[in-house]
């Protein structure tokens, strides 16, 4: 069964570094970009950047430039979000999701998901 | 903020015809690029629903189907049931923001 599961939730203080993970299974995991998407409590989905693990080609959204690093390791499948200083609004769900390949850009398949909370 | 606009909020009553539309610009559906659709259940991950404006992956029922015209795109739910209540988003590609992957704003369907 192709799949994407990630790691659990997160409770953290401001100023704080975090690193979640993505980890792909029955597929090629370095032949499909992984995309990160946040949803902050209520809201919609917003495309944060994406890499392709087979060579570490990275994209961000310029609205999340510079205020997250997407980083992978190939040799265990699995794909990361990190911050090096979080912020009480980065408090959101996050999921990874895999580029399809059917020559468009959706999302095919999707993780359940990280919670993130931020909170002095 | 999103560049694809949708409704917020679109209600029907059981085994009615619902629609959804997507309204972008020049730089995303107007400029050729695919529209897909994702539906989000209550406290659950997005899935894909319809991919490249009109198809759907394996599994997806066929009362959902979509379309693209010029610079907007429509979600159809037909036969429409109480499992269809969740959140719904377009998502497409925009050139104009250094490769950036949009999506809409979401609508919410209720079923009455």
């Known amino acids: 069964e192709v799949q994407l599961v990630q790691s659990g939730a997160e409770v953290k203080k401001p100023g704080e570094s975090l690193k979640i993970s993505c980890k792909g299974s029955g597929y090629s995991f370095t032949s499909y970009w992984i995309g990160w998407v946040r949803q902050m409590p209520g809201k919609g989905l917003e495309w944060m950047g994406i890499?392709?693990?087979?060579?570490?080609?990275?994209r961000y959204s310029p609205s999340f430039q510079g205020q997250v690093t997407i980083s992978a390791d190939k040799s265990i499948s699995t794909a990361y979000l990190q911050w090096s200083s979080l912020k009480a609004s980065d408090t959101a769900m996050y999921y990874c999701?895999?580029?399809?390949?059917?020559?468009?850009?959706?999302?095919?398949?999707w993780g359940q998901g990280t919670m993130v909370t931020v909170s002095s | 903020q999103s560049v694809l606009t949708q409704p917020p909020s679109v209600s029907g009553a059981p085994g009615q015809r619902v629609t959804i539309s997507c309204t972008g610009s020049?730089?995303?559906?107007?400029?050729?690029?695919?529209v897909h659709w994702y539906q989000q259940l209550p406290g659950t991950a997005p899935k894909l629903l319809i991919y490249g404006n009109s198809n759907r992956p394996s599994g997806v029922p066929d009362r959902f189907s979509g379309s693209k015209s010029g610079t907007s795109a429509s979600l159809a739910i037909t036969g429409l049931q109480a499992e269809d209540e969740a959140d719904y988003y377009c998502q497409s590609y925009d050139s104009s923001l250094s490769g950036a992957y949009v999506f809409g704003t979401g609508t919410k369907v209720t079923v009455l």
């Open positions: 999701a895999r580029h399809s390949d059917w020559g468009d850009e959706s999302f095919d398949i």
């Open positions: 020049s730089s995303n559906i107007g400029a050729g690029y695919d």
């Open positions: 890499i392709y693990p087979g060579d570490s080609d990275t």
